[in-house]
């Protein structure tokens, strides 16, 4: 299922520099995702997991280290990487259809063609029907089904989302998180997702990498080996329940 | 899309301009009262049917049209040459400090004189034409719209902002699909100050200097003590900034809708 790597970080370190004091935001990751894998990054709150997600990006020059994408060190944003930032990134003077069609704009293909991919990606999200709604129209979890379709448009091969649906409420949480995996299962994108949900983490992952408070770094890697697809059933499977104490465990070890 | 919004909005124009037809009528029916109960003579206040009967009159010859659109046209060069100004200058003063510190202590000091004492210098520089009222009337508009525009580009969220890096959209695709429609609301709400302030600026303009326009009327009116006509020039400069600022409601409600 997973083969060549695809993205790698290499001894990566960040600082904050302010007027008055430096802060280490990141003190030494590296980290490798391979072509269709879908990976979970658990940290504490504050422990640098959003900047490394932007160094992953291209979006932050990380202070040390470096990014490669496939062969090529990474200089800065690059199409091939697609991103879902936490929450209100929509446009609010653009229609859902019109958010969604802005990566291909932006490439310079607009027209017809463009219009037509970003309607079968609404409707891929369960959104159709609402193309033409305004963000401020549409509830925090469809706003965030549109970002998801937005990020999808470009067709890149990584998508980097950033605690998606951190906002939303349990419920709506977990049936978005569904059609994500439906989403990884037949686009074949390499994930990669940032996330304080441990239960989410094991769920959704085929490997966890659990985050030191910061300055972060990379304490455990834990893979996930339960087969897809994940059913609402896995809260009685005892391996489950311990692989979701293995996370814990590694996140205590941190210091958090 | 607004199918059936159509039976509302007329119900909401309704509920706005009956209320405001009621206001003018009862203040034009106090205005006769006071004049009626004070027996003022006409040239110290006179009544609305007076002011009206002069106003016809001047319409009858033909001229009072010939000042309005003088003025209007005036108020519509002198607000557009503001808001160009004001907008390319907003850009670079947004995102260039250096450019911000050289600059703003003088666009404000300009803004500190009052416009009645620059008028007389740009009517000596420019001569007593068109060209010199429109300039007046511009550099009492860009202001407005100058801070406005900067405030606009600047609260662009960092979030736009990082999403349009992460998608490599290049200087002008980020102004022109981010910066501006983010911006737009912010800009609007100058352009209303903007616009209410043309008026005024075309109106000095031409109490200095002009052989025709709502402010040539005015003083007119006043050096002859024809008073009627004073009250007429005011409706008529009122006029053109409730239908300018109209315009821009409209504009702004079309354009910058959230």
Same mark, same amino acid.
């Given at each position: 299922m997973t083969d060549r790597p695809i993205l790698m970080a290499r001894h990566i370190a960040h600082c904050y520099r302010t007027a008055r004091r430096e802060v280490w935001a990141l003190r030494e990751v590296s980290l490798t995702l391979r072509r269709g894998e879908f990976v979970c990054l658990v940290g504490p709150s504050g422990c640098g997991k959003t900047t490394l997600l932007r160094i992953l990006a291209g979006l932050l020059h990380p202070t040390r280290g470096e990014v490669w994408l496939r062969d090529q060190p990474l200089r800065g944003p690059d199409r091939r990487i697609g991103i879902v930032f936490q929450k209100d990134s929509l446009l609010p003077w653009r229609t859902a259809l019109e958010n969604v069609r802005l990566p291909l704009e932006l490439a310079g293909r607009p027209g017809p063609e463009a219009a037509r991919r970003a309607q079968a990606l609404l409707e891929q999200v369960g959104?159709? %029907?609402?193309?033409? /709604?305004?963000p401020r129209e549409l509830s925090g979890g469809m706003q965030q089904r549109v970002a998801l379709a937005r990020a999808l448009a470009a067709d890149p091969e990584i998508l980097l989302l950033?605690?998606?649906? /951190?906002?939303?409420d349990a419920i709506t949480r977990e049936r978005l998180n569904e059609m994500l995996v439906e989403l990884w299962e037949r686009e074949r994108k390499t994930v990669l997702m940032v996330t304080h949900d441990v239960h989410e983490a094991a769920w959704l992952a085929d490997r966890v990498l659990v985050m030191s408070p910061?300055? %972060?770094?990379?304490?455990a890697e834990i893979q996930i080996p339960f087969p897809r697809p994940?059913?609402?059933?896995?809260?009685?499977h005892p391996a489950f329940l311990q692989t979701v104490w293995a996370i814990r465990q590694a996140l205590g070890n941190g210091g958090g | 899309m607004h199918g059936k919004a159509t039976g509302w909005s007329t119900r909401i124009r309704a509920g706005i301009w009956l209320p405001r037809a009621g206001a003018a009528l009862l203040f034009v029916l106090l205005w006769s009262l006071v004049v009626r109960l004070g027996d003022y003579p006409p040239f110290i206040l006179p009544g609305p049917e007076r002011v009206a009967a002069r106003m016809w009159a001047l319409a009858a010859e033909g001229s009072l049209w010939r000042h309005w659109r003088a003025t209007a046209i005036e108020v519509g060069l002198g607000l557009g040459l503001g808001v160009t100004v004001g907008l390319i200058l907003a850009y670079p003063l947004a995102h260039w400090r250096l450019f911000e510190r050289m600059v703003a202590p003088y666009l404000v000091a300009s803004q500190a004189v009052p416009i009645v004492a620059i008028a007389p210098l740009l009517i000596i520089w420019? %001569?007593?034409?068109l060209l010199a009222r429109v300039l007046v009337s511009a550099l009492i508009t860009f202001f407005p719209v100058l801070i406005a525009a900067i405030a606009g580009f600047r609260q662009v969220p960092p979030e736009w902002r990082e999403l349009f890096r992460s998608l490599q959209a290049t200087r002008w695709q980020t102004f022109w699909k981010l910066e501006w429609p983010a911006a737009l609301p912010m800009i609007f709400g100058g352009l209303k100050i903007g616009a209410t302030l043309s008026v005024i600026g075309a109106f000095v303009g031409e109490l200095i200097s /002009?052989?025709?326009?709502i402010g040539f009327l005015i003083k007119q009116g006043q050096g002859l003590y024809d008073t009627p006509l004073v009250f007429g020039g005011i409706l008529l400069l009122a006029s053109q900034a409730l239908l300018l600022y109209g315009m821009i409601s409209a504009l702004e409600h079309r354009w910058a809708r959230r």
């Open positions: 959104l159709q %029907g609402f193309e033409h /709604a305004y950033d605690e998606p649906f /951190a906002t939303l910061r300055p %972060g770094t990379l304490v994940r059913g609402a059933d896995r809260w009685s | 420019f %001569g007593p034409g /002009a052989d025709q326009g």
